[in-house]
Every structure is written in structure tokens, then in C-alpha cells.
């Protein structure tokens, strides 16, 4: 897995050893980055982040920002591993370890604002997420923002937002909400 483009296109990211993370491809992040088009200083949050690949890309792109969001343990140490790497730490990208409802819970209460958001849960989870993520977003959505979900196209991420792109690529969905 390597960062598709932009500043640190080429460098090779780490992935969590196991099935418990599935970063997403070098082919998704590349259409996905194709789709959104030039990024200029947005702020990031990249919730499930596994490995940060999104939202290291989205730094890598231009993106501002990023907040990257897990509480699994192996992938945490490897989101670290892949941003101490490419010389990525605060202000331009923090981790966040924990539970990504109480994340979005302390960024709703401290007034944050995204511009991006990425969400790539676990895809045996992503039916009962989608109506809590639905509801627990809009509050740290910035005035035009843009959410960007993964899922596997047989059990979907069904997010109540509107959706403005979707696309399959195998058995990975894409869609691209802005509500």
C-alpha cells in the first residue's frame, strides 16, 4: 500500500497484520481522490481510520488538516508508525484513540467543523452504523462539506444524507454524500 499522489504520492504506508483492518485500495483512494478533485486546505476527519491511508492522502493532496479516529490497538500503533514516516504530527494531523461516536460526540461539544469526512467502518458493521452516523454528523459538518463512505456493496453504508456520487468498485461502494 503506498500514497497514491500529491506531496507523498509513492511513499509506502503500513497496514494493521490480520483481517481486522481492511485499508482501502490504491485503486479506490485513487478514483476517490479523482472524484473529489483538488483539495485546498479542508480539515479531515477520518473516522475508523485503520491505517490513515485516507487521510493521509487527503494531507497529501492539500487537505489543511486531518483527524484521524480508531480505537483498535494494532491499528492505532501503525496510523502512528505511517505518520511519524511521512513527518505528519500537530497541528496538520492529530489521533484521536477511541470510540469514533464519542469523538464526533467531543468535536460536536468543542465547536469543531469538518470540511471532509471519511468512513470506513468494519464492514460487518456498517447496516447498524448507519442510521447513528446519520444522525450524530451534521452537528460537526462545515457549510459545504463533503462525507465520503466505504462499504461492501452487499451490506451497504445507508447514510439519511444526500447522496451526489456512487460507484462500485468490485465489491467495495463508494458514495459521496453532501448534505
Known amino acids: 500500500m503506498r500514497v497514491v499522489g500529491g506531496e ?15 485499508p482501502t485500495s490504491d485503486r479506490v483512494r485513487e478514483a476517490v481522490f479523482s472524484t473529489l478533485g483538488p483539495l485546498g ?6 473516522l475508523f481510520a485503520g491505517s490513515g491511508a485516507l487521510g493521509i492522502e487527503a494531507l497529501s493532496r492539500g487537505a489543511g488538516q486531518a483527524v484521524f479516529v480508531d480505537r483498535a490497538r494494532p491499528a ?11 513527518g505528519l504530527a500537530a497541528p496538520q494531523a492529530h489521533v484521536r484513540a477511541g470510540d469514533a461516536f464519542a469523538a464526533v460526540r467531543d468535536a460536536s461539544a468543542a465547536g469543531e467543523a469538518y470540511d471532509l469526512v471519511f468512513l470506513d ?22 457549510v ?15 447514510l439519511a444524507l444526500p447522496t451526489v456520487h456512487e460507484r462500485r468498485y468490485g465489491d467495495t ?4 454524500h453532501q448534505p
Open 76 to 86: 492505532l500503533a501503525v496510523l502512528r508508525a505511517n505518520l511519524a514516516a511521512l
Open 8 to 22: 507523498f504520492g509513492g511513499r509506502r504506508l503500513q497496514a494493521p497484520k490480520g483481517d481486522a483492518t481492511r
Open 41 to 46: 486546505g479542508e480539515r479531515v476527519l477520518d
Open 121 to 142: 467502518p468494519p464492514y460487518r458493521h456498517a447496516g447498524e452504523l448507519g442510521p447513528r452516523l446519520s444522525e450524530a454528523l451534521p452537528p460537526i459538518l462545515a
Open 144 to 158: 459545504g462539506a463533503r462525507i465520503v463512505s466505504e462499504s461492501d456493496r452487499r451490506a451497504p453504508l445507508d
Open 173 to 176: 461502494l463508494i458514495r459521496i
